[in-house]
């Protein structure tokens, strides 16, 4: 009698809470998702006109190599950020915030010098497609760049204020998971341009 009972209690149990996402947040995962789209389009129509031939095999600027390294220690101090976010640490997210904000500034700059340097080895936008997709592509991407360092200033604005905290993490997360989208998303790129150039 007891076990019956028993089993009978397991069964009726409270219905498990649905999972809920905060709805920017998933406006941000969606928004991205189409950001993966248009550069998997993107590569995928440059792999395709290589090989219809008539391709410029070209050395990536130097620079490129360097702006990478800039965007991979720009990921460390976005995420030095996130965590003196949950710490509490205002000071601490302000400062990393804003050398975050600088060496996305510098990986612009870098990029638009990196087109200097393909102009110098004769490659530019209009004439082979080669240069074309290259600079299409990072241009792209830097578009992306300055929407998320605009992000990063509003970011900076909410710590200035100390409405980013512990308790209060939505903006500081989607700030630091999109700024980490974008550096994955060029370190791809360029490693798609050294192994398809």
Same mark, same amino acid.
């Not at 070209?58 to 460390?76: D, G, K, N």
């Not at 997360?173 to 999109?178: A, K, L, P, S």
């Given at each position: 009698?007891?076990?019956?009972?028993?089993?009978?209690?397991?069964?009726?149990?409270?219905? @498990?809470?649905?999972?809920?996402?905060?709805?920017?947040?998933?406006?941000?995962?969606?928004?991205?998702?189409?950001?993966?789209?248009?550069?998997?389009?993107?590569?995928?129509?440059?792999?395709?006109?290589?090989?219809?031939?008539?391709?410029?095999?070209?050395?990536?600027?130097?620079?490129?190599?360097?702006?990478?390294?800039?965007?991979?220690?720009?990921?460390?101090?976005?995420?030095?950020?996130?965590?003196?976010? @949950?710490?509490?640490?205002? /000071?601490?997210?302000?400062?990393?915030?804003?050398?975050?904000?600088?060496?996305?500034?510098?990986?612009?700059? /870098?990029?638009?010098?990196?087109?200097?340097?393909?102009?110098?080895?004769?490659?530019?936008?209009?004439?082979?497609?080669?240069?074309?997709?290259?600079?299409?592509?990072?241009?792209?991407? /830097?578009?992306?760049?300055?929407?998320?360092?605009?992000?990063?200033?509003?970011?900076?604005?909410?710590?200035?204020?100390?409405?980013?905290?512990?308790?209060?993490?939505?903006?500081?997360?989607?700030?630091?998971?999109?700024?980490?989208?974008?550096?994955?998303?060029?370190?791809?790129?360029?490693?798609?341009?050294?192994?398809?150039?």
């Amino acid at each position: 009698m007891e076990k019956s009972v028993r089993s009978e209690m397991k069964i009726v149990e409270e219905p @498990k809470k649905p999972i809920a996402m905060h709805p920017k947040k998933f406006a941000m995962w969606l928004f991205m998702a189409s950001v993966m789209m248009l550069f998997a389009s993107l590569t995928s129509a440059y792999i395709v006109r290589q090989a219809e031939g008539n391709w410029l095999y070209f050395e990536l600027p130097l620079l490129f190599y360097y702006t990478t390294a800039i965007i991979a220690i720009s990921s460390v101090t976005m995420q030095w950020a996130y965590f003196a976010a @949950k710490k509490d640490n205002a /000071g601490v997210v302000k400062i990393m915030v804003l050398i975050t904000s600088v060496l996305g500034v510098l990986f612009l700059i /870098g990029q638009v010098m990196g087109w200097g340097e393909m102009a110098q080895q004769g490659v530019h936008f209009v004439g082979n497609p080669s240069g074309s997709f290259v600079i299409a592509l990072s241009f792209v991407h /830097g578009l992306h760049i300055i929407s998320a360092v605009a992000f990063l200033l509003i970011v900076l604005n909410s710590a200035i204020r100390l409405r980013i905290h512990s308790k209060n993490m939505a903006q500081m997360e989607m700030c630091t998971t999109y700024w980490h989208f974008l550096g994955a998303l060029w370190i791809y790129l360029f490693i798609f341009f050294l192994i398809n150039r």
